[in-house]
């Protein structure tokens, strides 16, 4: 009895020896986390101060979405013998100087996907990888600083298609107007002498005019996560039907040193794009301003990111 006795108590002395050990390790664990995060809020006020420096600043990160699959004989679907792919890439490079008197900020933004479909019992269909996605935007902001928040300035932003139909149609806007730098990282352009150039083969639809520019671009870091959004419109004087607006955001969370996981999503309102797209393509000779259903454009891109 009494070696049982010595038996239990040994026993309970053993699990409360390790339930200790464990809450040390687990106290350890925790002052070596809040270390951790201690030196990255010391990195991060450090590269905050970076930034701030004025000078040449340059640097990209970009999204990669990738899904391939392949099927054979399974019957519980339409298609049992197939190949099926989606590709996507975003790009965005930018090179930023700030000086006392000026400031000059250039932004770039690639995003080109390709799909692919092949059903392996039709012989007709397309075997290979389509294109889906094509989008192709530079700015170029060149401001003189009347105040700390507000500054005389030049704005050029030129957008269209990269792969495909590159400036068919093409849209330059140039004009003169006022940045307002509310607070970090917010930039708004308004802009009321702009001239919109559209380059295109077909005349009769695309059409240059005068009018205003509104741009308002966002940049937030927070620890892990990043953020950009940029509202970039035109308003012509001419004919609202000329009038266009372009809204996209990259969202951007840090999983291992410079790789993470990205989503990327764009709004555009075009109405000159909608009746190109009726006539040309759907071949609706009919179509005019007044009878088109000009839909909401939109896309969305999920993946890897990588920050250069």
Request: glycine content about 8%.
């Amino acid at each position: 009895m009494k070696k049982l006795v010595f038996l239990f108590a040994f026993l309970v002395a053993g699990v409360s020896t390790y339930g200790q050990t464990l809450e040390e390790l687990k106290a350890a664990k925790k002052i070596k986390e809040d270390s951790v995060s201690a030196i990255e809020d010391r990195i991060g006020d450090l590269e905050s101060q970076i930034d701030a420096f004025p000078g040449w600043k340059f640097g990209a990160f970009g999204t990669i979405g990738a899904s391939l699959s392949g099927f054979n004989n399974w019957y519980a679907q339409q298609s049992p013998n197939n190949d099926a792919g989606r590709i996507g890439i975003t790009i965005n490079p930018y090179a930023k100087l700030d000086r006392d008197k000026y400031f000059w900020y250039n932004n770039a933004q690639l995003n080109v996907g390709w799909i692919k479909f092949d059903d392996k019992d039709d012989p007709n269909d397309d075997e290979g990888f389509r294109q889906s996605n094509d989008v192709f935007n530079i700015t170029s902001l060149f401001g003189y600083n009347l105040t700390p928040k507000l500054a005389a300035s030049t704005l050029m932003e030129y957008r269209s298609t990269f792969l495909s139909n590159f400036n068919d149609p093409g849209y330059l806007d140039l004009g003169v107007g006022i940045t307002w730098k509310p607070i970090d990282g917010l930039i708004i352009v308004a802009h009321p002498a702009n001239y919109n150039f559209v380059f295109s083969k077909d005349d009769t639809i695309f059409d240059s005019s005068f009018g205003a520019k509104l741009l308002a671009n966002y940049s937030k870091s927070i620890g892990k996560f990043n953020w950009k959004s940029q509202f970039s419109s035109f308003i012509s004087y001419k004919d609202s039907n000329l009038s266009n607006w372009t809204w996209t955001n990259n969202f951007g969370y840090k999983v291992w040193k410079d790789i993470g996981l990205g989503f990327e999503f764009g709004l555009r309102d075009n109405k000159q794009e909608a009746l190109n797209y009726e006539i040309n393509t759907l071949g609706n000779t009919g179509a005019t301003f007044d009878n088109i259903d000009n839909d909401l454009q939109s896309y969305w891109l999920f993946g890897l990111t990588y920050d250069f």
